[in-house]
C-alpha cells in the first residue's frame, strides 16, 4: 500500500502540478472547494494512472479540515501534506483571503497534527508577497493568538488589516496572511518536531497557474526585476514541494524558501515603491 500524500488546492494550479508528480511514489488525495474542478483534475490524473482520490473541503473551516484529516487518515499512512490552497487578491475580499491564507493555515496544521507519524512532512505555502509587503504593517504581535485563540486572532488581524482604505485591504491582507504563514510554520516546526514531523514553507513567487494568470498585469512589472526573467513553470514550484516533503530532506524544517527567480534577491520592491506613503501613519501600539 502507497503512502498517502494529502494536496489542499490540488484542483489547479501548483496543487495539480504537485498531484501528478508526487502521484508516482504515493497516492493522492486532492481537495478544494469546487467540486467540478476537483473532478476534473481527478479525471486528469486518473487517466495517468495515478491513484487518486478528490475531497471537498474549505480550508477556512476547521471541521471541514478534520473531517479531511479523518478521511486520509484512514486510508493510509499520511507521508505529506502539501498545503497549496490559497486566495489572492483578485479572488475574494480582504476577510475571505485572511480566513483562506492565514487561519486556513492554522487549521491544516493544527488538524494533521492529530493524524501524521514520524517521518512525515507538512509544507504550507506563502508567498513572495510576504517579502515585498512593508514589514512595518505586518502585525507580528498578533500572530501569537493563532496557536491560543484562532477566533480571536481572527479578530485582531481583521481589525488591523481595515485600518487601511477600502482600495488596498485585499492586497494588505494577502500580505500579512502570507507572512504569517511563514511564521507559524516555523513556530510550529517545535510542535511537530516532538512527533519527528517536519514543517517547511515555501514562498512562491510568480508562477503560471490560474492565480497567477489574474494577477500577470501587475506581475510582468516584477519580472523585469527577477534575475530570471519569466513567470516560473508549475513543475518547478511542485518538484521542489516534492523534494522539501521527501525524506531527503530530512533534516529540513522551520524555514521558509523562497522560489521567486532572484526578484527579492535584487533589492527592487516594485509594491513598496507604489505604497509607501499609505502605510506611514499606523499604529502600531495594538497587542
Ligand atoms: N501563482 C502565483 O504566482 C503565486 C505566487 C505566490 C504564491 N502563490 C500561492 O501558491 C498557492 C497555489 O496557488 P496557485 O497559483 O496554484 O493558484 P490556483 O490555481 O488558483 O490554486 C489555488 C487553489 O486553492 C483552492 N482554494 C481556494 N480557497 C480554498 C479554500 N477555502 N479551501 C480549499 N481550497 C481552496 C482553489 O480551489 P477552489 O476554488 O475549488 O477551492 C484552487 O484550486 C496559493 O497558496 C497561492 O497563494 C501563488
Redesign the pocket.
Known amino acids: 500500500m502507497k503512502d498517502v500524500c494529502v494536496i489542499?488546492?490540488g484542483?489547479?494550479?501548483?496543487?495539480l502540478a504537485t498531484a501528478r508528480l508526487m502521484g508516482k511514489d504515493y497516492s493522492i488525495i486532492i481537495?478544494?472547494?469546487?467540486v467540478k474542478?476537483l473532478e476534473n483534475a481527478f479525471d486528469d490524473l486518473q487517466a495517468e494512472g495515478i491513484d487518486v482520490e478528490a475531497f471537498a473541503?474549505?480550508?477556512?473551516d476547521y471541521k471541514s479540515v478534520e473531517n479531511l484529516a479523518k478521511y486520509a487518515k484512514e486510508k493510509g499512512r499520511i507521508a505529506a501534506v502539501i498545503h497549496?490552497?490559497?486566495?489572492?487578491p483578485h479572488m475574494g475580499n480582504a476577510k475571505q483571503i485572511m480566513e483562506?491564507?492565514a487561519l486556513?493555515t492554522v487549521n491544516i496544521n493544527n488538524a494533521f497534527f492529530h493524524v501524521m507519524e514520524e517521518g512525515s512532512c507538512i509544507i504550507d505555502?506563502s508567498?513572495?508577497s510576504a517579502y515585498l509587503t512593508p514589514k512595518i504593517i505586518m502585525p507580528v504581535n498578533l500572530y501569537k493568538y493563532s496557536v491560543t485563540n484562532p477566533e480571536l486572532f481572527m479578530t485582531k488581524m481583521m481589525r488591523r488589516v481595515n485600518l487601511f482604505p477600502g482600495n488596498v485591504r485585499a492586497g494588505v491582507a494577502y500580505g500579512i496572511s502570507k507572512h504569517f504563514d511563514i511564521w507559524f510554520a516555523k513556530q510550529d516546526a517545535a510542535r511537530f518536531g516532538k512527533k519527528g514531523i517536519r514543517v517547511v514553507s515555501v514562498s512562491?513567487?510568480?508562477?503560471e497557474?490560474?492565480?497567477?494568470e489574474l494577477?500577470k498585469e501587475e506581475a510582468d512589472a516584477y519580472t523585469k526585476h527577477c534575475a530570471i526573467k519569466r513567470f516560473g513553470h508549475v513543475d518547478e514550484i511542485a518538484s521542489l514541494f516534492a523534494y522539501c516533503a521527501s525524506p531527503s530532506a530530512g533534516y529540513l524544517t522551520g524555514v521558509d524558501i523562497l522560489c521567486d527567480g532572484g526578484l527579492v534577491a535584487s533589492g527592487v520592491n516594485p509594491l513598496m515603491k507604489n505604497n509607501i506613503n499609505k502605510f506611514k501613519n499606523l499604529n502600531h501600539n495594538e497587542t
Open positions: 489542499t488546492g484542483g489547479s494550479g501548483m496543487g481537495c478544494g472547494r469546487s474542478k473541503c474549505d480550508v477556512s497549496a490552497a490559497g486566495m489572492s483562506v491564507n486556513g505555502v508567498s513572495m512562491p513567487g510568480n508562477f497557474t490560474p492565480m497567477g494577477e
